[in-house]
């Protein structure tokens, strides 16, 4: 069966950056299925030799060393353009009318929204019309991915899914999280679900608390205009964070099958406890780096924080009392994402006191989601010939040295992937995406309230505002940056 894979938005930076790179090295792989056309829709007038050039371009500048011309000539010639206004239903049957002269003819559709968001429902509404949504049995697969943001608050995220629920079945619906997408962060699973000795210890007995941090080491950059409507919380905790909470927190799905899975992730989001707003400057901080005001496109008075925290709590019987920190920021210290598992204490200090130690010791596991991807295992060790002196030693796991050979894939590689292939494991449900907003929309509406905790300017190139440093330090705890160190100490 032959299949078509319809962009719109096709001249926009996500087509040439993610999109085209991570189907032509899937192409490369060969692993796309047999007879795919891949049909770019926009405005801006293009031929398809015009688009394929752009695309070419695009490979070259954005995955260089995958760059093959012979591959890159049969590529192509599956590559089209159409160009069109998503709001005019003409358009659409023009698309349809051209997608059935193709030399085998599609019969499965899969289309893919990298538009501005505003226009999502435009699109949703024109393809119903065109009748491009509906499966009958007879015809092959209709499906349609979604590219974040997914709303900007529930009430908005809840007309998106209606509008989307009117014309499709939640199974023909793919909203994309590129972080899922990313290897290590699959990789948690595999570690927590597929090995028998860290699952007995995940949970409230063992674990003092987790962090999550992700930080970049970029500012805003181009898309100052997007991001100063959107701001950090937004931006990456509704989604990113969130995702990688449901992952480390979350129960084993008993079958691991799209809906199994999202039933067990959906459970913490179930679980966790609210923000009120009178507590929201206890448990969240905003930054805004020094310099942000002056960057193109920022409005000179904006209120957008570019750094956020948020101490949150899971409440069920695995994770009742033990405190989840999550971080995430820009122009900060260096582009690293980490989860760190900090156990607790041994019972007994009777080696550190015997030491004659202050600084008491606690294991702590490290996943290093990006850049250097691996896993640190922290625990104590004799140092010899010393007596009873002990140091802290490090069990150290690095994607590179066990799989050197393989090239980690982009995110959307695996992503575009499954969703040709109908596998929705690694894209959010409905209902994750309103209890996500549910729960950024009351710390949200902390923030807009009598309560509103300050925004604190940082330092870019810091890790942050210091706040953050007091909020985690008043209980005892400290900021991880285990990855990072582990990344300095292999490439000094
Ligand atoms: C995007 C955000 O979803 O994720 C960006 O909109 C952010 O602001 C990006 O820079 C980070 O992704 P990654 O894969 O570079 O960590």
Redesign the pocket.
């Known amino acids: 069966m032959s299949t078509a894979f319809v962009i719109f938005g096709a001249s926009g930076d996500l087509t040439a950056r993610k999109l085209i790179p991570a189907l032509y090295n899937k192409f490369r792989k060969k692993r796309l299925p047999e007879a795919l056309h891949i049909i770019g829709f926009s405005r801006t007038q293009f031929s398809d030799e015009t688009f394929r050039e752009k695309m070419k371009e695009a490979i070259t500048k954005y995955t260089p060393h995958d760059y093959d011309e012979s591959v890159w000539k049969e590529f192509a010639r599956n590559l089209h353009y159409q160009s069109g206004d998503v709001d005019n239903i003409d358009h659409y049957q023009i698309l349809k009318k051209r997608m059935s002269q193709f030399e085998n003819r599609p019969e499965n559709l899969l289309f893919y929204l990298a538009t501005a968001p505003v226009l999502y429902p435009k699109v949703i509404t024109r393809l119903h019309e065109a009748s491009l949504t509906a499966e009958s049995g007879q015809n092959g697969f209709r499906r349609i991915i979604i590219e ?1 943001p997914f709303g900007r608050d529930l009430s908005s995220a809840l007309i998106l899914n209606n509008a989307l629920h009117t014309v499709m079945d939640e199974k023909q619906i793919y909203r994309i999280d ?2 899922l997408g ?1 290897e290590t962060v699959q990789n948690v699973l595999v570690f927590r679900f597929g090995n028998a000795i860290f699952e007995p210890l995940w949970n409230r007995n063992y674990i003092d608390h987790v962090q999550i941090t ?1 930080a ?1 080491s ?1 500012g805003v950059g181009h ?1 100052a205009g997007y ?1 100063d409507q959107t701001g950090a919380l937004r ?2 905790f509704q ?2 964070l969130l995702q990688l909470l449901m992952l480390v927190a979350m129960e084993s799905p008993v079958v691991f099958e799209a809906e199994a899975l999202r039933n067990e992730k959906v459970k913490v989001l179930r679980a966790l406890r609210d923000i009120p707003p009178e507590y929201s400057s206890r448990y969240t901080v905003r930054g805004q780096y020094e310099g942000y005001l002056s960057e193109e496109g920022v409005n000179p008075k904006s209120r957008t924080e570019t750094y956020t925290t948020v101490q949150l709590y899971i409440d069920n019987w695995r994770w009742q009392g033990v405190p989840f920190y999550l971080q995430s920021g820009k122009k900060m210290k260096e582009k690293s ?1 980490e989860i760190s598992i900090q156990f607790r204490r041994p019972p007994t200090q009777i080696l550190d006191i015997a030491a004659g130690k202050t600084e008491l010791f606690t294991n702590r596991l490290s996943i290093c989601i ?1 850049p250097n991807e691996g896993m640190h295992l922290c625990f104590l060790a004799k140092v010899p010939d010393q007596g009873l002196q002990t140091h802290q030693v490090d069990m150290n796991y690095q994607f590179q040295d066990s799989f050197g050979s393989i090239v980690i894939p982009e ?1 959307y590689e695996r992503l575009l992937l499954d969703a040709l292939l109908g596998d929705a494991s690694l894209f959010a449900r409905s209902d994750e995406i309103e209890l996500s907003w549910k729960f950024i929309d009351g710390i949200l509406s902390g923030w807009e309230s009598e309560y509103a905790p300050q925004l604190f300017r940082y330092q870019p190139g810091s890790w942050g505002p210091d706040e953050a440093n007091y909020l985690i330090g008043r209980e005892g705890r400290w900021w991880i940056h285990e990855c990072t160190q582990h990344q300095k100490s292999t490439t000094m």
């Open positions: 974040k590129h972080y990313k992700v970049e970029e898309r991001y931006d990456m989604n990113h994402s990006q995110a």
